[in-house]
């Protein structure tokens, strides 16, 4: 059952990554997707956005690394996930990935997780459930 | 490849698989663009999870491309096990939902991904809304 003791509520680590230009490049080429609206400059600004945007899951790489920062690889199984996207994210912002812990169960951790520009805007908000070690929530969750 | 078309789609709708396999020099690739450290995935022989949740997504255009204008609502995944380097992943995408709201077509799309030993690696689920 879920403990929603506001003790146990705790602000997880945050990580920040700047986007460019080359990083958006760098994630296409890995991923196989060279959308124009990613990486195609002239086109980004004639969109709707007024330049290139980073793709949705460069970002859900990065809320991925900032779990893993706070729960170590313990949450590569058994663990779930859900984000919402918000608003797109340009070169030359700046995000922090961040959440916080908001219950805990039995055996697991609930997180509400976000990314955030550097005008504090939400461009991704989520929640995500990470396993724990039994008697950790008043642990360390590394 | 034509676009999936909006009244072709029906609950239930398997769509063709998509099978993928994990080639540690992509696996650098993707955890270097991600900032990450390829140490620890190297060390272990592993992607990433968030890795396998992008072939679950490739899984929902297997048989064509979502139209322009179709906006992805959001994500949600179930990590199981981990994928190791060399496995062969299948995923298979299928229709789960598919509504109106607001004279918005909605699109639910629930997909699974099985290693070579026919273990649940990733559940996923996508809710989109459908581009005209």
Redesign the interface.
Known sequence: MLNDNRENRRELKSIT?VISQP?IN??A???NDFNPIHVDEEYGKKSMFGSTTAH???M???L??ML?ENFG?N???????????RRPAKPGDSLTMGGVVEGFTEDTAECRIWVRNQLNEEIISGSARVPIKRGDSNASMG | MKSLVYDQLYVGRRLKSFTYQVDPE?VR??V?????DWG?YHE?Q?A???MA??YT?LANRTEGPLPPGSI???????????TRFGDTLVTIATVSEKYLRKDRKYVELTAETLNGKKEVVVKAKTVGIWGE
């Not at chain 1, 949450?75 to 996207?85: A, I, L, Q, Y």
């Open positions: 990554r990083v760098s994630y080429a890995a991923v949705g899951f460069l859900v790489g990065y991925a690394t893993k690889p949450w590569f199984t058994r663990s779930k996930f859900e984000v919402r996207f | 992509k690739e993707y270097n663009a991600i900032g990450e620890y272990n592993i990433p999870p968030t949740a992008i997504l992805q609502v959001s994500q949600e995944f179930e990590f199981l096990r981990p």
